[in-house]
């Protein structure tokens, strides 16, 4: 993956400094604390590995069992017992898991597959434009359905994109993936997501997250409760 340039690194500074004044900012610090409220002791805990964990572990096994990394960069039909990774979270909606398991039964389905590999494998704007494309021709070029593989195959680079969590996570924070989120499955939008992801590493450090699936955990605790909602789901 390519490094951000000056320009890029400047712009974050300025999008993150804007963060700060967002009326839903609590920082590291409560972000921290607001995951704690729900898992007092931390990553290392049977409630998070019960409740958190343990099924998105489950999940990548089924996937390494079925399609692991290295085969799937010259897939040959295993595209279609992908999608039973695919059925094994609640990560995905019903509507965008039927759309998932239609495209990975489909014609382009070890096409599709082998992108998602060399995306994993490789990430950038070339892997991830042709893995994109694939995705919009069979109507799944969403960020969920583009970041589950890579998340499961290597959650110690890549992470999942929820986008309506995440981007509010970010304004909690005061990250400036808030501000250059965009819908379309664009490098930009997930070099700062992986920027978003390492920063968090950075301040849940002390509670030792063993890689990106707690992480991701964490933000979806942040982001999708709300303590001035007594801590209730947001849609």
């Known amino acids: 993956m390519r490094d951000a340039t000056d320009k890029d690194v400047a712009w974050s500074r300025l999008m993150d400094e804007m ?27 049977d409630k998070h590995r019960v409740g958190e964990r343990n099924y998105k572990i489950a999940a990548r096994d089924r996937l390494l069992a079925v399609a692991p990394l290295e085969s799937a ?5 295993q595209a279609a017992a992908a999608v039973s990774a ?24 070890d096409a599709v597959l082998r992108a998602a590999a060399r995306f994993t494998q490789d990430p950038g704007t070339t892997t991830l434009a042709a893995y994109a494309a ?11 359905a583009a970041t589950y593989l890579p998340f499961l195959w290597r959650p110690d680079l890549h992470m999942f994109l929820k986008p309506v ?19 379309s499955l664009d490098f930009s939008t997930y070099r700062a997501l992986l920027d978003l992801t390492a920063r968090a590493h950075e301040h849940l450090s002390d509670l030792a997250p ?5 992480v991701q955990s964490f933000i979806w605790v942040v982001g999708a ?11």
């Open 19 to 45: 963060g700060r004044h967002d009326c839903g900012y609590i920082g590291y610090d409560g972000a921290r604390a607001q995951y704690l409220r729900h898992f007092p002791d931390g990553f290392d805990s």
């Open 73 to 77: 960069l010259e897939a040959d039909g």
């Open 86 to 109: 695919f059925t094994a979270t609640n990560l995905l909606s019903p509507y965008e898991l039927m759309r998932v398991a239609d495209m990975l039964r489909g014609p382009d389905d």
């Open 134 to 144: 694939l995705l919009k021709k069979a109507g799944c070029a969403k960020w969920t």
């Open 165 to 183: 969590v995440t981007c509010d996570y970010a304004k909690r924070v005061g990250h400036s993936f808030a501000h250059v989120y965009a819908p």
């Open 210 to 214: 063993q890689d990106n699936i707690d």
């Open 225 to 235: 409760y709300a303590p001035e909602h007594g801590d209730a789901p947001l849609n």
